[in-house]
DNA sequence: CCATCTTTGTGCACGCGTTCACAAAGACAT
DNA sequence: ATGTCTTTGTGAACGCGTGCACAAAGATGG
């Protein structure tokens, strides 16, 4: 910034909102598809309409970023394509490691998605020695051992794990103790780390269980019989009263993909 | 416009916030494993320190769903482990099904989490024909041709796209109009579906960008890589276009797992 | 050069979610 | 039975995010 911006107007700090921060790879997306097609420019209806939002929130997360748009017109698409790119930190080149390469790590090796914007899958980790040396997506798989070296090597600074909860806190203990600093965690299993470590979670059934709850709210509706006690057996038609409501799974265990 | 549905905001009971929903299955797991060791009660304070939230928090979601703990004494694991699955809706079977057979659905197609949750995976679905009758994770793959048929005999309500994005839009409307009224979306794009249908997304790529728009933070802005002012064509040369498989990655194609 | 029309950028109000702090409730020991 | 101690349940304040509505900015046409 020593160069001087001239459309950056330093009033706005480094103050963007986190709710703002994971929308944009959401507009990121719609503008390079935009791109693509040629589009010169587009205005904050039309994109908004492409990202699934509401034009005035996008309008206002772009303020976040500067003025890049042309009252009248619109926003020039590849120059917003570039603004957001940067300001996401895709303009540079990111090695990430996967550690676990079960099921869900060896599909994450094989996204395309990752290397299109910059993310390079610079390592495959996985504690089964039977595997070491086996390429997956076309790139071979390390022992775990050698997980240390392979961070220092390589630079990485983002890693993602795919590995059985049970072993998930202490394969982060070992990727932080390395070095990294941002790990995207597909384990279901709170992980602990230190100040300055970020950590953002995927979990697929967790997702599942919200759609259920609101699928089960959709189905007993009618059923505004009188309110008043909870009972607490009511579970609705069960379908099949076998689904035993004891099965203690567990987060823990097989469950997991990797 | 189309209302539709009762909505029944005035209801105080039934009136659990989305947020606090959505915390609902971290907490139910947390549990889970109490559950395994056989932990009679928690306190609110050992169970959001397991669920990694705050525990004023944790209290005022479980209030939300009814006074269930003992003053003094905290919350029996078995019974609150009963009453949130019940309101997840856990305690009933859920067919589920996924379209879309590559590498992240065939994972998906294996991943215990789903089963040991009440998700019982009714059919896998894909439209390469060669994949037709090909078993995955023990289920054999069914074609696209009987997604109707095979949604209404199982009366499955929730689906999974694990799609390409190009065709993900057109297998929502397909699954919509057979009849699920839950869709949980790997494909990146923006699905448009009528009211009542539930749609959540869960996009790889981009919990990647968000990381690294906090890790490009940390190391702070001394990179002295382009400046605002640029072209538009060079922006995102850098490691964009390796893609190979179609121009600029897009969101469209091939990026996809499926 | 001026009028008009389009679209951005944003001040403002509202509602949701989070957090604090504490009174009420109940267990437990005496 | 009573007092003490622990922990819940919640009222209230606060902050963030969202959406409205509009003035300012600039393009466009005469």
Redesign the interface.
């Given at each position: 910034?020593a160069?001087g911006?001239?459309?950056?107007p330093a009033t706005r700090s480094?103050g963007i909102p986190e709710a703002t921060?994971?929308r944009?790879?959401?507009y990121?997306?719609?503008l390079?598809?935009l791109?693509?097609r040629s589009v010169p420019t587009v205005s904050s209806e039309e994109l908004a309409a492409?990202?699934?939002v509401n034009s005035a929130k996008l309008r206002k997360d772009f303020s976040y970023l500067g003025s890049y748009g042309t009252r009248g017109v619109g926003y020039?698409v590849?120059?917003l394509?570039?603004?957001i790119?940067?300001?996401?930190?895709?303009?540079?080149?990111?090695p990430?490691v996967i550690v676990g390469i079960?099921?869900?790590g060896?599909?994450?090796a094989?996204?395309?998605?990752?290397?299109?914007?910059?993310?390079?899958v610079a390592a495959l980790i996985d504690a089964d020695p039977a595997m070491a040396g086996k390429p997956v997506a076309g790139i071979p798989v390390q022992h775990t051992d050698d997980l240390e070296k392979i961070i220092k090597d390589n630079g990485v600074?983002?890693g993602?794990i795919a590995t059985p909860a049970g072993v998930a806190q202490q394969v982060c203990d070992r990727l932080v103790a390395a070095g990294v600093?941002?790990?995207?965690n597909f384990a279901?299993t709170?992980l602990?780390v230190p100040d300055?470590v970020?950590v953002?979670k995927?979990?697929?059934?967790?997702?599942?269980?919200?759609?259920?709850?609101?699928?089960?709210r959709?189905a007993g509706?009618e059923t505004a019989a009188g309110?008043g006690a909870?009972p607490a057996a009511t579970?609705?038609?069960?379908?099949?009263g076998?689904?035993a409501?004891q099965?203690?799974?567990?987060?823990?265990p097989?469950?997991?993909?990797a």
């Open positions: 910034m160069t911006r001239t459309h950056r480094r921060v994971a944009l790879p959401l990121l997306r719609a390079t598809a791109s693509e492409a990202a699934g020039d590849e120059y394509v570039y603004q790119s940067r300001e996401l930190g895709l303009t540079q080149d990111w990430v079960g099921n869900l060896a599909a994450l094989g996204y395309g998605g990752f290397a299109s914007r910059g993310f390079r600074s983002i993602v600093t941002s790990i995207l279901p709170v602990s300055g970020d953002r995927v979990d697929l059934s967790i997702e599942l269980q919200i759609l259920a709850f609101h699928e089960q959709k509706e309110d909870l579970a609705r038609g069960v379908a099949a076998d689904s409501d099965g203690p799974d567990g987060d823990v097989a469950v997991m993909p």
